[in-house]
Structure formats: structure tokens, C-alpha cells
């Protein structure tokens, strides 16, 4: 008899995990994503401002399931799902299945503002992150050369849009690269008088958080010489500017770290989605009328035990993926029934979260407590590295880390995929 | 009263040890580069095996002068050159010299087949490196994916034209890479039947060297999986053929390491060049009509002190660098006449050469010694570990050359750059 099989579509924590979960069970899995590697993006930020090095923190997928019998790869990308003949349908094929895991995460979103997104960019796949890296020092290589004291102050501008983990982790590194590690480089300018700002709705920054680690990360961030504005909505993005209700600021490099939507053909399903395009999914994870599908990581609206939304973090994906498998395994040892109302309910196991403002600083919440400054940062370097997937970059990402840590500098302030045209 | 400027054309080894020999000096330096990295060419083709990342073999030039007070760095591109009015146009201003040295390296060359670019990468830049990469590590993820035979056999197909030093390590590291790192990786494709071919016009490899050594290369390549094809001119490059006097070699990857040419701009200088359009110097380095004016690097076609063509290696360029520097000093200290006859002439010490055939093989001579195996592979670590720029490359290059070794493992084996088009 041939094993049950189970297509995965995307190979970031909720994907890869699921995968693992189905070692030596009697299952075929082929775990389908876009790129070749499994990405660890909490570290994507360190790309963008040159502390790492894109391999660093991206690894192979084949790699991560070279020892594990029943987990094909496939670098391919999902073009229509055929929920009644239980297919996807991919560029080069249709590929049956017997269950299936979606698992793509989401994108860059910009409130419907899809204009937007050729002004500011993202912070979600290695690209973006080495063109980011690209274009921030490509910005003050021009100011180094320019005449014009507007022109320069502009180049020598980075707004931040956004004040979640993400943007308070681009704030807080890019103000380290500008005053830091770029300051001995130039000679001409003085980095010093780079701008960055970091500009968010609300009224406070990591709204999610406790509000006294709001304000320690202000104030962290503003003694690192970021300009933190909060409650400036912006109201336009144009090429190189951002509009807000009574201001304008000019910035050469403007970063959007202000939300994420789901894949568009994710809506192709069928399904309820909210605001973001989420997939509405039931308590188990399963897609509504399709027991045999379902939605793990990002890509999933889930409300846990506790009636709150699970976030958007990489533990909750990990453990959705876990999840997943775990339903899909007892169905087919046949310990439960089809039956939604007796499978198990997905629950949240919430560790807690963290941000990381700087070089030793950082913000945590676990457990009902919470921690800020060095303590935060060790906790935060400690479990990131220990997360890092592969022996060879945790311990590359560790040199990397020590070095720029003691010497302040950042080894990777390369730039890559800039093609002058031929003379 | 002003000190002299120096213009320095390219951040390669001849422009960095230029600019590096002014230090102290009353000299005024600006070092103008395409690109704002000094790139450690000889490891290039370690970034398109996937054996080390990008910023591992690249160094931010402006970072090497942090502490040089006398040296501008400025990311720009020459467009014209005006010997009489001594300035060189770049796309964004005229710069004014006293002095100018031209060390801007060689790039590609298909010996006239510009047509032949589009099918045959050559390997010169960072952008090639990762480029190549993620064409090979594509080809076989398609490889994987494909159920036709004979195009599984084509895009496991790799074609190296040319058996110099970098064709020589390229096939050799290609091999590994198949045999070796992703044999584990895929499972539907058997890696071992991957075809590398290394492509060679004259009748023995590496043919600068003693033949008992271009004997030593062949036989360990073929015993590595290579197929080594001597005599062999390339008649036509097609797309995914290479085209050779008595049969057509199929391959999804052609990798051209044949020869180099001058860029197209130092055809302008209205000077006599070789064939490979480099520029025919005066013994002291200098540019004919033009004492102010030198040429250090591979772009200088240099006769040395024994008659012999000074070579394109990287301890020439270095040499070449000093040199014009040394000689520019000496005429602004007084110590020299303008004249040339006077002008100390080039003298090239040549410390022998070397090139690595795979994981502990490789081929050096030096002061009349030859050496092979792994005696001439710790020689060629030891070297060019020591000549990495930078405490941090150098660190971060040995653990990933010690995991590498002892674990045949890759960690960049990571396609980036690659866009599906938006879903």
C-alpha cells in the first residue's frame, strides 16, 4: 500500500518543522517553496545593515532533510489550487495530494497601497535585504561625493516606517552602522549627521509590548540618535519622500516595516480571510470544509485557547507546523476520526517575545516578566544563535557577532548587483 | 602650497598597494572604483562553488583607508580621459591630476565573439561569482524536478572553457561540489553522473607551468570525474552548446575562463596595445608621451628586466602598484629627474605562482621548485589565507574552509537574485 501524501508549500519554520515531525512515519512528503533555502528571518535585519552575510542566515532546504528518507524538495511555486480533485497546480506540474499544509507565509503589505511599494521597501526575502543593504550605503558612497548640503543631508537620510520589532531593529542598526562602523570610513561627511527615523501610528513603538519596554526602547532608541515620531500616519509615499499630516521628510532610503498581507493566491481558496488576507482557519488549523488541508505559520488567522489572535512569530509557526503533522499522524494511525469536534485544538504555547534595539540592548516579555538592556540582549543573542539552523553559521554568525561587537565594525558593507552600463 | 594629486583608476591590487605607499607622504590620494570593494580575485571562485559567501573575499575599500588620512576613496566610473588637460571625466564630475595611475584590471574577454557572452559567464566580479552559483545550483534543482533522461543530463552538464588557473579550479571545484556537497542533498537525481568538462585549445593544462605539473592537474581531475578535452578549440558557443571541432557538448552551464580583455575605454588612451588590448608601457611603468601618467596591474603589458611578459597574477599587480608609487615619490622629493632613462625600470620578482586543483591538490611552482599534492594545497592555504584582507575574512574563511574540509559540506550554497514574477 503507498503512504499517504503530504504536500507542504513553503519551507519556513512552520513548513520545515511540519516536515520534520514526519520523520520515520510512514508518509511521503514533498515540501514545495519558491526559493532553495529556509531563511531564518529574524536575523534578515543583521543582512540589511551589514552585520551578516545573506548565506549566514539562509540554509539550504535539501540540506536540513538530507538525512530524512521521506521528504522530497521541490523549487517551484504554487499557481492554482484544486481543492475538489485534491491538487496544486504548479509552473511545471499538478502535484496530487492526499494532505496538504499551506504554509507560505505572507509579504510586504501596504494597506492597499500597492503604489507604495517602489518608495519604500520591504524587509522579508534575502534580495530585499542585499538591495537594502545595496542602496543605504550606495546613498552615503553619494554623499560623500556630493557638494550640495541639501542633496547630502537627504542622502544621509533613512526613514523607517513602522514601529514594531522589525522597524525598532532597522532603526536601532542603522543608527549603529551610521554613527559607528561608517563614521572612520567617510571623510568628507560626517555620519554623525545622518538622520533616521523611525515613524509609527500609535502612540507608542512595540505595541504588543508591556508599555514600560515601549518607552525604554524610545528612549534607547533616541539616545542613539534616531528621530522616533509616533503618532504620524503616513498620509503619501512619493519617490524619495514621506508625507505625514505636517510634515515632509526627504530621505534617500525609506523602509516599510509597517505590515504584511498574504500571498494574493491565497484568497484564490475560497476561505475567510481578515483584513491582511489571513486564511480564517478552524481551532485545529484545518482550512473550513477541507479536513485535509491545512494552514500553518503567518498565512493562518488563528484564535488559541485563550480567545487571542496567535502571533505572527516564528514559535507560533513552529508549533503550528508541529501541529499539523500531529493531526494529519493520528488520523492515519487512525487514533482519532475525521471528525473536527474530537480533534485536538491548537494551542499556543506562548514563550514570550523579544526585540533587539542595539548592540546590547533589547526588550523581552516571558513568563509575565519582563526584561530590558544587556540582560534582554544576552537573552536574545543566546536564543538566536542557539535557533540558528546549522552547526557552520551558528558558529560563522558567532565570529561575525564577537568581531563586530568588540571591534564595532561590520563585515559585510558590500555592494552587490550594481551594474553601471557598459562604457 | 598644495600637495601633488594622485589619481588612482581601480581598487585592485595594484591601485590598493598604490595608494597604500603614499601613506605619510606629501601626496594627496583619490582612489576612484566602480564598486566600493577591494574584491580578493584569486578566491572568486570559491563564491561560485558555493564554498565561501560574497562579503567573505570582498573588503569596503574606504575601510582599508580608514586610518590614511591622505586617501580619498570615491565610488565613480571614468568615462573619458584628457591626457593634454590631465583630467579624467567620470560620469559625474572632472577630476585634475599630477599624477594618474590606471589600474583598472581586465575584464572577460571571448577573443573578439562578443555574441559568445550571453551563453558563456565569465568569472571577474562578485555579481559573476553569485550569478554562476545560482545558475548551477538551479540547474540541478531542475535536474531533480525533471523526468526526461536526456535534459537531466544536460542540466547536470557543466562546461569550463579554457585550462588556466581559474578553468582549472573551477572544473575541480565544480566536481567536488557535485560528487561530494549535494550528492546527499538530492534524491531523485544521482549527482555522481554529473558531467564537468574542462575545454583546453593547446595540448596540456595550465601551460605556464612545467609540463610534469600540467600532467599532475589532469590526471587528478580525471580522477576526480573530469573530463578533460586538450586540443580542443571552441569552434561556436550556442545557447547550452559548446560547439568543438568534432562533436557538440550539451550543457545547461558554460563557464568561459579562456581569456581577458582590456575594458573598452583604455582603447581611447591612443596608446600601442597587445592583442588583448592592453596597454604597451615604458619600462618604468609609465604611459608613452606621458611620464605622469603609469599603468599597474593586469591592464599594463610589461616587459620585466629579463625580457620575459610580466604576468597577470595578483604579486605582479602588487609589485606594479609600489612601483609607480615609488617612482612618483622620487620625483616629488627631488631625488629623480622627469626623465625616463633615469626612471628606476620594473623589476619583477617572481615568487612562483600556484593554483589549487580541489580539496588537498594543487600545483605551484616557485624559485625553480615545482611542488604537487597536498604539500602545494597547505602552501596555497597558507598563502592566500595570509593575503586576505582583514582579521575578520580571514577568521571567518578558515572556519569555513575547516568545516568544509572535515564535513564536505558547503554552507553558501544559496540561490539568491531569482524572481518569479509576482503571483
Redesign the interface.
Known sequence: MKNPKVVILGGGFAGIECAKAFKNKPVDVLLID????HLFQPLLYQVASAGL????I?H?I??IF??Q?NV??????V?AFDLAGKKVVT???EIPYDYLVISMGVKTGYFGHHEWEQHARGLKT??DA?SIRRDI??AF?KA??CTGPEERRRLMTIAVIGGGPTGVELAGTFAELARHVLQ?????INTNEAKIYLIEGQDRLLTMYDPTLSDYTRKTLESMGVTVKLRNQVADLRAGEVVLKNETIKAANILWAAGVEA???SRTLGVETDRAGRLLVETDLSLPGHPEVFVAGDLAHCVDQSGRLVPGLSPAAIQMGRHAAKVILEEINGTRSKDYDVRPQFRYFDKGSMATIGRSHAVAESMGMKFDGIIAWLMWLFIHLFFLV????R??VL??WF?AYV?Y?R??????????P??
Open positions: 519558491r526559493q532553495n533555502h552575510a545573506a548565506p549566514e539562509a539550504p535539501r540540506s538530507f538525512n528518507d522530497e524538495t521541490l523549487m517551484d511555486e499557481t509552473r511545471e506540474r534575502l534580495d542585499t550605503l550606495l558612497e560623500e561625493a572612520r570610513d567617510f571623510k568628507n500571498p494574493a493566491i546549522g552547526f557552520r553559521n558558529l560563522a565570529v561575525q568581531y571591534r565594525r563585515g559585510a558593507r558590500i555592494i552587490t548587483g550594481l551594474h553601471f557598459e562604457k
